[in-house]
């Protein structure tokens, strides 16, 4: 694929565009990305392995976790890149869990990409997209109970601490933050 041929296609995925970030559906040429990203040892500390050991494996996790969800709900997680250089630096979007009752607001960003605003950027157009463009009522988003970097994002973008949740399955508990209007 030529780099024009690449660009039409990265527009045409394309849902939500910010001053600074694109954020556009994944796609199996994204797997080198999400191979470092969900390997990193913040995700893997907050968020845990998703057994995601190589190229193939990063591939069946965009194709079985959020192209699946496209296709079953209309939304899903999307790349969030600069818009200046299409450079990716993490992703953000709503996820229906099994577990969940309420859509869920997820992110994760490269190291090199927290703290400048693009969580809290994505974030807000990620939760306008899901009042306007998914009708959703509420949403919620949840955290580890030692991630106090997330729960400041959510606390900036508007969502607010409800209270502990014991995830089904799982021996843990998570912070659960919503947003309702």
């Known amino acids: 694929m030529n780099q024009l041929t690449t660009l039409a296609a990265r527009e045409r995925a394309s849902v939500i565009e910010t001053e600074r970030l694109v954020l556009r559906r994944l796609t199996p040429d994204d797997a080198a990305f999400i191979l470092e990203l ?3 040892p ?6 845990g392995d998703k057994g995601v050991h190589n190229l193939d494996d990063a591939r069946a996790y965009i194709e079985n976790g959020p192209m699946a969800m496209y296709q079953r709900e209309g939304f899903g997680l ?6 200046k250089d299409a450079t990716p630096i993490g992703m953000c979007g709503l996820i229906k869990r099994e577990t969940l009752e309420d859509v869920d607001l997820g992110f994760a960003y490269l190291p090199a990409y927290r703290a400048n605003g ?4 994505a974030a807000r157009a990620t939760l306008d997209y899901g009042r306007n463009s998914a009708a959703l009522r509420r949403i919620v988003a949840i955290t580890s109970i030692d991630n106090e970097a997330s729960g400041r994002l959510l606390q900036a973008v508007g969502m607010r601490f409800e209270r502990l949740f014991d995830i ?7 912070k659960l ?3 309702e209007g």
């Open 168 to 174: 089904p399955g799982q021996d843990r508990q998570v």
């Open 38 to 40: 969900v390997n990193d």
């Open 118 to 121: 693009y969580g809290r950027e």
């Open 78 to 83: 999307f790349m969030v890149e600069l818009k």
């Open 177 to 179: 933050f919503c947003l």
């Open 42 to 47: 913040d995700w893997l500390r907050y968020i």
